[in-house]
Protein backbone atom coordinates (compact mmCIF):
# COMPACT_ATOMS: atom_id res chain seq x y z
CA UNK A 1 0.00 0.00 0.00
CA UNK A 2 1.57 3.26 -0.72
CA UNK A 3 1.69 5.65 2.40
CA UNK A 4 1.69 9.21 2.31
CA UNK A 5 3.01 12.34 3.86
CA UNK A 6 1.52 15.78 2.83
CA UNK A 7 2.87 19.58 3.66
CA UNK A 8 0.83 22.38 3.15
CA UNK A 9 2.57 25.67 1.37
CA UNK A 10 5.77 26.27 2.25
CA UNK A 11 8.99 28.47 1.53
CA UNK A 12 11.70 26.71 -0.40
CA UNK A 13 14.04 28.69 0.64
CA UNK A 14 13.43 27.71 4.23
CA UNK A 15 12.55 24.46 4.28
CA UNK A 16 13.09 21.10 1.87
CA UNK A 17 11.05 18.96 0.29
CA UNK A 18 9.06 16.62 2.61
CA UNK A 19 10.25 13.09 3.25
CA UNK A 20 9.25 9.84 4.55
CA UNK A 21 10.90 6.41 5.34
CA UNK A 22 9.90 3.03 6.59
CA UNK A 23 11.91 1.35 9.09
CA UNK A 24 13.52 -1.59 8.20
CA UNK A 25 15.69 -3.17 10.80
CA UNK A 26 15.93 -1.61 14.33
CA UNK A 27 19.23 -3.50 16.40
CA UNK A 28 19.09 -3.49 20.07
CA UNK A 29 21.39 -0.11 20.99
CA UNK A 30 21.09 0.62 17.32
CA UNK A 31 19.29 3.13 15.14
CA UNK A 32 17.04 2.47 13.02
CA UNK A 33 18.06 1.26 9.30
CA UNK A 34 15.80 3.23 7.00
CA UNK A 35 14.42 2.82 3.14
CA UNK A 36 13.19 5.97 1.85
CA UNK A 37 10.33 6.95 -0.44
CA UNK A 38 10.23 9.44 -3.15
CA UNK A 39 9.26 12.44 -2.60
CA UNK A 40 8.15 15.71 -4.70
CA UNK A 41 7.47 19.54 -3.94
CA UNK A 42 4.43 18.69 -1.04
CA UNK A 43 4.10 14.48 -0.86
CA UNK A 44 6.06 12.25 -0.07
CA UNK A 45 5.29 8.78 -0.08
CA UNK A 46 6.81 4.79 0.56
CA UNK A 47 5.19 1.29 -0.05
CA UNK A 48 4.55 0.06 3.33
CA UNK A 49 1.96 -2.01 5.01
CA UNK A 50 -0.56 -1.66 7.92
CA UNK A 51 1.68 -1.72 11.39
CA UNK A 52 4.62 -1.25 9.82
CA UNK A 53 7.20 1.75 11.92
CA UNK A 54 7.93 5.05 9.34
CA UNK A 55 9.41 7.96 9.78
CA UNK A 56 8.74 11.37 8.14
CA UNK A 57 9.61 14.83 8.03
CA UNK A 58 10.93 18.14 6.60
CA UNK A 59 14.08 19.49 6.90
CA UNK A 60 14.81 23.34 7.86
CA UNK A 61 17.65 24.37 5.68
CA UNK A 62 18.35 27.16 7.91
CA UNK A 63 19.22 25.42 11.55
CA UNK A 64 21.75 22.27 10.85
CA UNK A 65 19.76 19.94 13.01
CA UNK A 66 16.39 21.58 12.48
CA UNK A 67 13.00 20.79 10.84
CA UNK A 68 10.28 18.02 11.54
CA UNK A 69 11.83 14.03 12.02
CA UNK A 70 8.53 12.17 13.63
CA UNK A 71 8.00 8.87 14.10
CA UNK A 72 4.92 6.96 13.11
CA UNK A 73 2.64 3.79 12.89
CA UNK A 74 0.60 2.65 9.52
CA UNK A 75 -2.73 2.46 10.28
CA UNK A 76 -5.18 -0.06 7.96
CA UNK A 77 -6.49 3.06 6.14
CA UNK A 78 -3.00 4.66 4.98
CA UNK A 79 -2.92 7.09 7.56
CA UNK A 80 -0.08 7.60 10.26
CA UNK A 81 -0.34 7.63 13.53
CA UNK A 82 2.55 9.75 15.04
CA UNK A 83 4.36 8.21 18.28
CA UNK A 84 7.21 8.38 20.28
CA UNK A 85 10.70 7.15 19.43
CA UNK A 86 10.15 4.44 21.62
CA UNK A 87 7.09 3.64 21.13
CA UNK A 88 7.90 3.14 17.80
CA UNK A 89 10.68 1.03 19.03
CA UNK A 90 8.49 -1.11 20.49
CA UNK A 91 5.81 -1.96 18.31
CA UNK A 92 8.60 -2.56 15.92
CA UNK A 93 10.00 -5.13 18.40
CA UNK A 94 6.86 -6.86 18.68
CA UNK A 95 6.01 -7.05 15.30
CA UNK A 96 9.55 -8.61 14.40
CA UNK A 97 8.70 -11.57 17.07
CA UNK A 98 5.26 -11.70 15.97
Not at 34 to 55: L, N, Q
Not at 81 to 94: D, M
Request: proline residues 4%; contains cysteine; glycine residues 12%.
Amino acid sequence: MEVTYEVGSYNPRRYGKPWIAKITEWKIGGKPVHAFGASSTYTAEVDAEPGDVVRYGQKDLRKAYGGERCFGIVQADGSIVECSESEAKKHFRARQIA
